[in-house]
């Protein structure tokens, strides 16, 4: 039984600390930042987002007469389940003094986000298992290995037709990057915005991302070459509440995040499935 009587709420609104919760969040997230986030639909527990799209049309040549009459094309739907859910718990102590007790109400938040973006970017890269390629468990003791697996990769995407313009990424774990460090270029200027998404590097025409959430299978490392159009994702912090627990002498927070993920372009993730 918790009481919210004894002033926990007096200067707490939920609003404003969801709002910063999902600011930290963004700080922890690597994966999540080349993910589309192009759906339509509220991001809550049980519902279900549209992610929409179209065939492409036909191009034809123009010999100045009369042109085809206008081709149909057709819609595409596809739905994102916002079906997982993650909630955290903690108190703090009245006897702290009342700076500390500030400072750590704003520590263990940022804490909070840190756990639920490592549950979240766990899942996003839980994707790499819907891949457009077949993936078989592959050997990788050498960057000279590991470059013919992800140069495979990056021909993969552009035989099916990824343009060369659009951003590719190139995302391994800290062991994988170690041994492919020395093939990344590194950025020629100290850019933030590149950096803040997480990116190392570049090799050949994709960035190079670097994570510890990446899928395993027990065996194998799921590393993922992909487009930032590949996989959509979302998150939302549903709930957060201030309150007293009956049998502590602390005030508790608990919120709720809610979030779902989906590749919605199979041929744009290629997975190397990769062991030492």
Known sequence: MANTKMGANSNFAPNVEAANILRDLEKFTVLEKDCTKEFSGDIKLGN???????????????????????????????????????????????????????????????????????????????????????????????????????????????????????????????NFYDMFENAVIELKTKNDDLISLGVMGQYKSAYVKMSNQLYNNGTDDFLMIRTNRAIAAGKQIEKVEKYRPESYFQDAVKGLMVFGAKVVRPKELYTIKAHK
Do not use: C, H
């Open 48 to 174: 279900r987002v549209e992610i929409l799209g179209a065939t492409r049309p036909t191009i034809a040549d123009y010999t100045g007469e009369a042109i085809n009459g206008p081709e149909r094309i057709d819609a595409t739907k596809i739905v994102m389940d916002i079906d997982q859910a993650k909630y955290y718990n903690y108190g703090i102590d009245d006897t702290d003094r009342p700076g500390m007790k500030k400072g750590s109400e704003k520590v263990m938040r940022q804490e909070a986000a840190a756990a639920l973006a490592e549950e979240y970017e766990t899942f996003i890269a839980s994707m790499a298992k819907n891949s457009g390629n077949k993936a078989t468990s592959t050997q990788l003791n050498t960057e000279a290995e590991l470059k013919e697996a992800i140069d495979a990769g990056l021909v993969w995407l552009r035989n099916n037709s990824v343009p060369m313009t659009q951003r590719v990424v190139v995302e391994m774990t800290p």
